[in-house]
């Protein structure tokens, strides 16, 4: 396998970890978006559809954004019950195979369909039906990026899994329950 | 070529089969649902154009006021985890209750049922307890199964305690209140505490070598220096209920609200006890964006899943086989709930609620069942979905924080009593639904066709009708272009 | 000759608790079925089950699924002329509604806007005029509005909130925690038959009237249009008919059922109490002053809106001679 494509790999890793600090800013911004909605509601009788709605935006953006680096991370929770008994090899594999078969079909047909949802929200500069309400285009444009961003994070983890296989490189297939 | 009613059937293989395997469960959801559907347009039983509906899917789960509160309840647990509120609490009460046989391991069920009532996260309560607690219990010649088993079922009651994650997802799936939800599953709670202690003073009695008091020697003095410690423990954790628990019961926020509230309400205690400090708040930010990305990607995946399985009829399939079953509603919850109890071994939570519960709601709907009673019902149930053996996520947590020396099979059967325990309070709330339903202010619809009639405006101020005159209306007519 | 069997879905952007309006999807899906010997089915699926309420129009538009039952004025965020098939602040009432439709050419430049979203629309169903919402304490004057947080939707909160109200966006199932609660202060929903349902009496006892957003509300069928043009001939008369009927049948249900459920609601304490002249008239002038606005800006909304306008007051004119006069008599001298 030529060099380019664990490049092309590393390139992608560090693109998605940016999007992965964007969102996890978002966490704290909707933290303080929120807190300040209630507290304004109360003590001042103000209430605005722009800023209720701007709570779900950043919630969709620390979604979509950070999906991705959290698949690179492993985080994504797996049923462990045999993967707990797999060999490290075999592990390298099944990442593989499910990476072609499983991953990539799914994030690239939503992909797709959601382009199309993304241009029809634009042209019709739909906006929300609330009095006050946002735009809808740059969340509906969140869920196209962020399943093209998961689309390249597939592909990366898809050569890295190869690349280990053929021993390339190393990667330590060890998987943590995520926390909850 | 498969028949049309084998579909469905072969679907639900197909989605066990596939999760097994052990790819990312989100995108083998996802894939198990594609997988159908090319099968399904190759058969002709949808359009690729049927597809389409995915984005929209997507995009209703993300534009979903309720399901925002699970990074804000997340983030407000991770705040807490490292914050010290929880050793303060244990310490203090660890030695306040120590000198009584089983008295540390009630210290151990009531911080977990307090911190429980703050936050939503079994790991936080458990990844704490298991830290200090634990040590000091075997220390003193604690059973290491009495031991390990109090700590990971105290650990799992904030499932149940609003506020919950469980709860959330469940109202979400089941289209009910989240506030109705938090108030059925206060009697369970109660109920699960009590049922917790008691198990403890049976032992107490029954094995007392099992729960030693502490020896003399380790007795602190009972004093108002310990006092102080308790109350610098709890007064915080209290003003911090209120402001998350309080506020959505009493409905001064809505439970998004009501978690962002109370995760400035974590900040400042962090800032508090001086342990704000940038790694920490960096930290709680970037866990509580992956778990979310993680849960919520289950949730978009499973929804690919469902769009297909109701493409293929898969939902009338589930009703027909679950109507069926004898003995009404209550055959109904006994099928379910060992169901869910089965999947719980294999499945966590979050997979059941987002596959399992949008299929069985309206069949329960269906059979006269209250949403609530069911929500809070399989909310108790998949709580056992944490202290399985082998694999409850409670055990794994404490795994990693216990020290060497337990060993893995005393974890798995200390475990054992305290699931039973969780069974018991499923059946005493499939028994005795007003454990639930006491606490929900419930409307009635009353349509009533009989009785006399009255005048519904008799006495009512009345705007002027004012009828214009014939000449005035002749001149309008004119008048009108 | 023997007809196709045809399968389609409808996804209704009405959740199943709200049985009359949810169920006239229901009652149209039987009858084609009854009028084509059960050849061509429309299996419905409550909201949320296929798409979002909200997502529906997209739906249709890109043929995920055939046909909706909806309310037009829930896309307004896309083009407010679709409030024009449901309803606007002070428009007709379910009648003049109809003339409008079906003889006075809106269904007409309706469905001229909706091919735009490769639509078809047929009327279907109506909820007749409707309540004007629950409130925790009485609201008399326009100053009495100012600040006060009621779950309102579409054009009918954009005139609270010109009037100084704030509109909030509840979902039906936490309205009435929302209100119990006081997140928020008032409430409005449909009329008795579905407001008793939800219990608000029993937590803001002012039952105000009339919803002046919604002198009536009427539900369409919207159908993609190249699915509709595949159809045989029969089917499209059936689908059509039933749409009809149905239009009919969900107001003749309301009709029965509200003045019932109205006086279950008195027994139980509710008070009822009108708009006061002052804020209606405030509440006209603001929707008119609206419309006017999205007229000089939106050249779709001013094509319907225009002639809509002037059928609206030949109507108003007509109906205050013969029906207002005989009402009003009738009205005032009950027959013992
Ligand atoms: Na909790
Ligand atoms: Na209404």
């Given amino acids: 396998m030529p060099k380019q494509f664990l490049v092309f790999a590393s390139f992608v890793d560090r693109l998605n970890d940016r999007f992965g600090v964007l969102a996890s800013w978002m966490v704290l911004i909707a933290v303080l978006v929120s807190t300040a909605n209630a507290l304004i509601r109360y003590g001042f009788n103000v209430s605005s559809n722009g800023w209720l709605e701007a709570q779900w935006y950043l919630f969709a953006g620390m979604v979509m954004f950070g999906a991705a680096t959290t698949f690179r991370l492993n985080e994504h929770v797996r049923v462990d019950v045999l993967y707990a008994m797999y060999p490290n090899k075999f592990r390298l594999w099944l990442d593989f195979w499910g990476g072609i078969v499983f991953f990539l079909p799914v994030t690239i047909i939503i992909g797709y369909y959601s382009w199309e949802f993304f241009v029809t929200s634009v042209i019709q500069n739909e906006t929300s039906s609330n009095p006050g309400g946002l735009i809808r285009w740059p969340v509906r444009g969140a869920i196209t990026l962020g399943f093209f961003l998961l689309t390249l994070q597939g592909v990366s983890e898809i050569i890295k899994r190869y690349a280990a296989i053929i021993g390339m490189i190393q990667i330590d297939p060890k998987y943590e329950r995520p926390l909850q | 070529m498969i028949s049309h009613d084998l579909m469905a059937p072969i679907m639900f293989g197909g989605l066990i089969i596939f999760l097994l395997l052990g790819y990312p469960a989100a995108f083998s959801l996802g894939a198990v649902g594609l997988f159908f559907a090319f099968i399904g347009i190759e058969m002709g039983m949808f359009q690729p154009t049927f597809l389409q509906a995915l984005p929209d899917r997507v995009f209703g789960i993300l534009s979903n006021d309720l399901l925002l509160s699970i990074p804000f309840f997340t983030f407000m647990g991770a705040i807490l985890e490292k914050c010290g509120l929880a050793e303060d609490m244990l310490e203090g009460l660890g030695q306040l209750f120590g000198p009584i046989r089983g008295g540390l391991a009630y210290a151990v069920i009531i911080v977990g049922a307090i911190l429980g009532a703050i936050t939503g996260t079994v790991a936080a309560s458990v990844i704490a307890m298991g830290l200090i607690s634990l040590p000091i219990m075997l220390r003193y010649g604690y059973n290491p199964r009495v031991a390990t088993g109090v700590i990971a079922a105290s650990g799992t009651i904030t499932q149940l305690i609003p506020p919950s994650l469980v709860l959330i997802v469940l109202a979400d799936q089941l289209g009910k209140s989240v506030g109705d939800m938090y108030a059925g599953a206060i009697g369970p709670s109660i109920i699960q505490v009590a049922l917790f202690c008691l198990f403890i003073f049976f032992l107490s009695i029954f094995r007392p070598q099992d729960v030693p008091a502490l020896p003399p020697e380790a007795r602190p003095k009972i004093d108002w220096k310990l006092f102080k410690k308790i109350l610098w423990g709890i007064v915080p954790s209290i003003a911090l209920i209120f402001l998350v628990l309080g506020t959505i019961l009493m409905g001064l926020a809505t439970p998004t609200e009501g978690g962002a509230m109370g995760s400035v309400g974590a900040l400042v205690l962090a800032a508090m006890n001086k342990r704000l400090q940038k790694t920490l708040v960096w930290e709680a930010m970037t866990s509580t964006m992956r778990i979310n990305a993680m849960v919520i990607f289950i949730l978009i995946g499973s929804t690919v899943f469902g769009l297909t399985f109701r493409g293929v009829d898969g939902d009338l399939w589930i009703e027909e086989l679950l109507t069926g079953l004898p003995g009404g509603q209550v055959g109904f919850l006994i099928a379910v709930n060992l169901f869910v109890f089965f999947l719980a071994f294999f499945l966590d939570y979050f997979e059941i609620a987002f596959i399992i519960i949008p299929l069985l709601a309206p069949v329960a709907d269906k059979l006269g069942i209250d949403l609530i009673w069911f929500g809070v019902l399989l909310g108790a149930n998949m709580q056992t979905s944490f202290m399985h053996p082998p694999f409850g996520f409670a055990l794994f947590y404490l795994r990693g924080v216990a020290d060497k020396t337990v060993k893995s099979s005393d974890i798995y059967y200390g475990a054992l009593p305290w699931v039973g325990l969780q069974l018991i309070l499923v059946a005493i709330i499939i028994f005795i639904p007003e454990t639930v339903t006491y606490f929900v202010d419930k409307p009635t619809a009353a349509f009533d066709a009989s009785g006399p009639s009255v005048d519904p405006l008799a006495g009512v101020e009345q705007n002027e009708i004012t009828v214009d005159s014939s000449a005035d209306i002749e001149r309008q007519l004119r008048e009108n272009k | 000759q023997s007809m196709p069997e045809v399968k389609w879905r409808c996804a209704s952007s009405f959740p199943k608790s709200l049985d009359t309006i949810y169920g006239g999807g229901e009652f149209i899906s039987k009858r084609v079925a009854a009028l084509t010997d059960g050849k061509f089915q429309i299996r419905i699926f409550g909201a949320g089950e296929i798409v979002p309420a909200f997502g529906t129009v997209d739906a249709v538009q890109q043929g995920t699924v055939e046909c909706t039952h909806t309310a037009g004025y829930y896309f307004v965020g896309k083009n407010k002329t679709f409030a024009f098939d449901t309803t606007v602040p002070f428009g007709m009432n379910q009648r003049q509604q109809n003339a409008w439709m079906y003889w006075g050419g809106g269904l007409k430049l309706q469905r001229e806007f909706l091919r735009d979203y490769n639509i078809i629309s047929f009327p279907a169903g109506n909820t007749g005029t409707q309540m004007g919402g ?148 405030a509440a006209s002038t603001a929707a008119f002053e609206m419309y006017e606005e999205e007229a000089g800006k939106n050249p779709s909304f001013k094509k319907i809106y225009e002639p809509w306008k002037k059928f609206r007051n030949d109507q108003m004119l007509w109906n205050k001679v013969a029906e207002q006069t005989l009402m009003s008599f009738m009205l005032t001298n009950p027959v013992k």
Avoid at chain 3, 193 to 220: Q, V
């Fill in chain 3, 134 to 281: 629950w409130f925790k304490k009485p609201v008399k004057t326009v100053a009495d509005l100012k600040g006060l947080k009621m779950r309102i939707a579409g054009l009918g909160g954009e005139v609270m909130s010109r009037l100084g109200a704030i509109p909030q966006q509840i979902a039906g199932g936490d309205i009435y925690p929302a209100l119990e609660k006081g997140v928020i202060d008032a409430a409005e929903w449909v009329g008795p038959y579905d407001d008793e349902k939800l219990g608000f009496y029993k937590i803001a006892p002012y039952y105000y009237y009339p919803g002046w957003w919604e002198a009536c509300s009427m539900y369409s069928m919207y159908v993609n249009i190249k699915e509709w043009e595949k159809l045989p001939k029969q089917y499209q008369e059936a689908l059509a008919s039933a749409c009809a009927e149905c239009n009919i049948d969900m107001m003749a249900e309301y009709d029965y059922k509200n003045p019932i459920a109205l006086q279950s609601l008195i027994k139980n304490g509710v008070k009822l109490q009108s708009y006061s002249t002052d804020i209606m008239k």
